[in-house]
T-cell receptor
Framework: NAGVTQTPKFQVLKTGQSMTLQCAQD?????MSWYRQDPGMGLRLIHY???????DQGEVPNGYNVSRSTTEDFPLRLLSAAPSQTSVYFC?????????FGSGTRLTVV | GEDVEQSLFLSVREGDSSVINCTYTDSSSTYLYWYKQEPGAGLQLLTYIFSNMDMKQDQRLTVLLNKKDKHLSLRIADTQTGDSAIYFCAEILVGNNRLAFGKGNQVVVIP
């Protein structure tokens, strides 16, 4: 099925651990982005990419790294997890104004 | 700035109409969206409106756009228990194609 695939769906980390949230799309979209969702805060943009090899920061980039070596993949790395990064993470890809979202990764940092 | 405003909570009786409001800041936005999120689920695109329109109707959903006041609303007719969810408005920011979301409006439908 065409779309955006996020893995894992759930993850628990200890403070200070690192991990990578995976995001892959098979629609050949140039634009991909990562959001975090917190209660009462809506979705806030972490990082985005307008094409392979190009990334840029969104509203809340601190503590996260991204890379875009291929059109299909846009992983999000937490270098040293903190409890403040407990959230639900959504990856999206888009072509023009048509956005497709993944089903989300629920991350808890203890 | 990227500041999309929404009220936070709305309760409505089953069968009544519900109206969710949103204000946005980027007057040059080309598309404005409404997304629905059910508990524990991802984002479902409900409907969208292009900025050169002032109204769009799609079955039980009516979207109204007031560009002068930068105000967007979503009316759900004959609200049903399955409409209980969080509703987000979002705008495409001209120039960088980024999607900016409001904080969401939780709708609770009372049987």
């Amino acid at each position: 099925n065409a779309g955006v695939t996020q893995t894992p769906k759930f993850q628990v980390l200890k403070t200070g651990q690192s991990m990578t949230l995976q995001c892959a799309q098979d629609m050949n979209h140039e634009y991909m982005s990562w959001y975090r969702q917190d209660p009462g805060m809506g979705l806030r943009l972490i990082h985005y990419s307008v094409g392979a090899g190009i990334t840029d920061q969104g509203e809340v980039p601190n503590g996260y790294n991204v890379s875009r070596s291929t059109t299909e993949d846009f992983p999000l790395r937490l270098l040293s997890a903190a409890p403040s990064q407990t959230s639900v993470y959504f990856c999206a890809s888009s072509y023009g104004a048509g956005y497709t979202f993944g089903s989300g990764t629920r991350l808890t940092v203890v | 700035g990227e500041d999309v405003e929404q009220s936070l909570f709305l309760s409505v009786r089953e069968g009544d109409s519900s109206v969710i409001n949103c204000t946005y800041t980027d007057s040059s936005s080309t598309y404005l969206y409404w997304y629905k999120q059910e508990p524990g689920a991802g984002l479902q695109l409900l409907t969208y409106i292009f900025s050169n329109m002032d109204m769009k109707q799609d079955q039980r959903l009516t979207v109204l756009l007031n560009k002068k006041d930068k105000h967007l609303s979503l009316r759900i007719a004959d609200t049903q228990t399955g409409d209980s969810a969080i509703y987000f408005c979002a705008e495409i920011l001209v120039g960088n194609n980024r999607l900016a979301f409001g904080k969401g409006n939780q709708v609770v439908v009372i049987p």
